[in-house]
């Protein structure tokens, strides 16, 4: 198998394991929610809380295999930006569309776009700067 083919497989996995990691950690603060407050939170949004945990198992594993597929680009500041504004996008717009099966697919996307460029870009270039500090001082700060 050619290094290249192993690398990209390498980072599909890496990023589908932390984007399910990110949903396992979101699914353990939704059952905190339920052990505490019981089935009010869910039943005020209209979601169950099946839903709710698997909704953040895909939209993190969906938003895991974006990053992983895309992770090159983030060598470049504008790419950083770009892959975090794609996972960002593909997790609000499993979040709206579960929230809201009803609402026009526009809709959704329109804000899903929105809260990805609101949250995505700022956190790829945080993170590409993050990761040039750390390349030349190796300390994360």
Not at 31 to 39: D, P, S
Not at 70 to 88: E, H, Q
Request: with cysteine.
């Amino acid at each position: 198998m050619p290094t290249s083919l192993r690398r990209i497989l390498r980072d599909i996995a890496l990023g589908v394991v932390m984007g399910v990691s990110m949903g396992v950690f979101f699914c353990l603060i939704a059952l905190g929610i339920f052990l505490f407050r019981g089935n009010r939170p869910f039943d005020a949004n209209h979601v169950s809380v099946a839903r709710t945990l698997s909704i953040y198992l895909m939209a993190g594993a969906l938003g895991g295999l974006v990053v992983g597929l895309t992770l090159p680009l983030t060598r470049w500041m504008p790419g950083a930006a770009l892959v975090a504004f794609l996972a960002a996008f593909v997790v609000w717009f499993c979040v709206g569309w579960s929230l809201s099966p009803q609402e026009p697919l526009i809709s959704i996307l329109h804000t899903s776009a929105v809260l990805g460029a609101a949250f995505g870009l700022p956190i790829g270039v945080g993170f590409w700067i993050q990761n040039r500090l750390y390349q030349r001082t190796g300390k994360w700060y």
